[in-house]
């Protein structure tokens, strides 16, 4: 069984702070994907990183993919209450009959 | 945004009663998923199909069965709803064609159900 451990569960901060979310597992994955979801509605896509060290950039949001494919973080600038949500990361493997497995999430809250 | 809808949003119901949840896609992508979603836990798979009248189990798979008997439509069944089926739930599709070719898979999410068992 493939696992993802997000971590922190719960992050409460002040609007202009800097974060980062960290995502780990033991396994191997093909690639790996960031959703927000915001209340009342489904995980919409953010990023997908594939390649081990990629380093991807949206907007103030930064993603790396660890160089051996079982880690990756997010990192936010300048937090903004808009950026308010649960951040989910899921990663794909051929090994997994074509599933994504998903972490539990990280609830981040930036207040004004 | 992808074409995918769910219903009903909102439904209440008593324990012991049948309860049928819909998922329609007008993407035609060939793989569907229902997740569960609680405090807690994350997203959790409960079956998901690779085509008409292909599916298999997720990992919390009992007390639930799918049904798809068409590409658009993918239908999840309490068989008789207890309160621990009490959830938001989620349909999902994807964009793979294949599960053993690819290095990435992109899923898009309905708007979830929600769910009350009394």
């Known amino acids: 069984t493939q696992l993802l451990e997000q971590s922190p569960q719960f992050l409460s901060i002040q609007e202009g702070e800097n974060l980062t979310v960290y995502c780990n597992s033991s396994?191997?994955?093909?690639?790996l994907q960031w959703y927000r979801q915001e209340p009342g509605e489904g995980p919409v896509l953010l990023v997908t990183?594939?390649?081990?060290?990629e380093v991807k950039k949206l907007k103030r949001l930064t993603f790396q993919f660890g160089d051996a494919r079982k880690d990756s973080s997010l990192h936010i600038t300048a937090a903004q209450p808009g950026d308010t949500g649960l951040y989910l990361c899921?990663?794909?493997?051929?090994?997994?009959?074509?599933?994504?497995?998903f972490g539990d999430g990280t609830t981040l809250t930036v207040k004004p | 945004d992808a074409g995918i809808t769910q219903s009903p949003r909102h439904k209440v119901t008593e324990t012991g009663t049948p309860v049928t949840l819909r998922c329609h896609q007008t993407?035609?992508?060939?793989?569907m998923y229902w997740y569960r979603q609680d405090p807690g836990h994350g997203l959790r798979l409960i079956h998901y199909?690779?085509?008409?009248?292909?599916?298999d189990k997720g990992e919390v798979s009992d007390g639930y069965s799918v049904s798809r008997s068409k590409t658009e439509d993918f239908l999840l069944t309490l068989e008789s709803a207890t309160s621990s089926q009490t959830s938001v739930y989620f349909c999902?599709?994807?964009?793979?064609?294949?599960?053993?070719?690819?290095?990435?898979?992109?899923?898009?999410f309905g708007p979830g159900t929600r769910l009350l068992v009394l």
């Open positions: 899921a990663g794909y493997s051929n090994t997994n009959a074509g599933k994504s497995t």
């Open positions: 999902a599709i994807s964009d793979r064609t294949s599960p053993f070719f690819g290095s990435q898979e992109t899923q898009y």
């Open positions: 993407e035609n992508h060939r793989y």
């Open positions: 396994s191997v994955f093909s690639s």
């Open positions: 199909s690779y085509g008409v009248k292909d599916t």
């Open positions: 990183v594939v390649t081990g060290g």
